[in-house]
């Protein structure tokens, strides 16, 4: 079952990237390294594309729409191998480019983020306003919220989302990671060890 964290803003596939070993990704187009733990899986396009097929949400519409304009991400992992019964840890990487955007404040996104997911999860809240984070010695944008993930068979996770915006010239990474509230089914320890890993080259 597709359980992983699922991301609101959609990315197009980009060229360049590969697993520079069993255990780490790296995209010279876009400049973008991350490592995942040896016990973690890298999920492919068609494992995401299911991942928000299974995936209910309040705004039915929004899922529509969420599905027909969203691409592969830059890269994501997941801790534990599919199926898995539980709601499984993951950390998505996803590229945008500023549009209108460019020169705004990484939290601003961030609210623009939180303001798209408000009607569209049950139980949502704000845990972490959007406040200032470093990555990669990048000035970026962190929030923290939480909401019950629904699957089409009625079961519903509490779920904590994690969310940072990293700026690049024209385009910002957008990183986002999962886990279950109570970090039964993995911490975010784990995420933050990956956070740790990742580089963002100029």
């Known amino acids: 079952m597709k359980l992983l964290h699922t991301l609101i ?6 060229a360049g990237a590969a697993a520079a070993d069993d255990n780490s990704f790296k995209s010279v187009t876009v400049g973008f390294e991350v490592s995942k733990p040896a016990s ?9 594309l299911e991942n928000l097929r299974n995936t209910k949400l309040n705004d039915e519409e929004f899922h529509r ?10 890269v994501a992992m997941m801790k534990h191998p599919e199926p898995f019964g539980d709601l499984n840890p993951s950390f998505k990487v996803q590229i945008k480019p500023f ?6 404040d990484p939290k601003q996104i961030l609210a623009l983020v939180s303001n798209q997911m408000k009607g569209a ?11 200032d984070a470093t990555v ?29 915006i990293v700026p690049r010239g024209d385009f910002f990474f957008l990183i986002g990671a999962g886990t279950r509230q109570d970090e039964k089914t993995g911490s975010r320890e784990e995420i933050q ?9 100029p």
């Open 40 to 48: 973690w899986q890298f999920v492919t396009a068609e494992q995401n």
């Open 9 to 14: 803003l959609c990315s197009a596939m980009l």
């Open 121 to 131: 999860f049950k139980d949502f809240a704000v845990t972490q306003a959007p406040t």
């Open 193 to 201: 060890r990956i956070l740790e890993s990742v580089k963002v080259r």
């Open 136 to 164: 990669s010695g990048i000035k970026s944008g962190y929030m923290r919220i939480n909401y019950s993930l629904q699957i089409p068979d009625g079961r519903t996770f509490p779920t904590t989302s994690e969310m940072w």
């Open 65 to 74: 729409l969420m599905l027909r304009y969203s691409n592969a991400p830059l």
């Open 99 to 104: 549009g209108g955007l460019k020169g705004a």
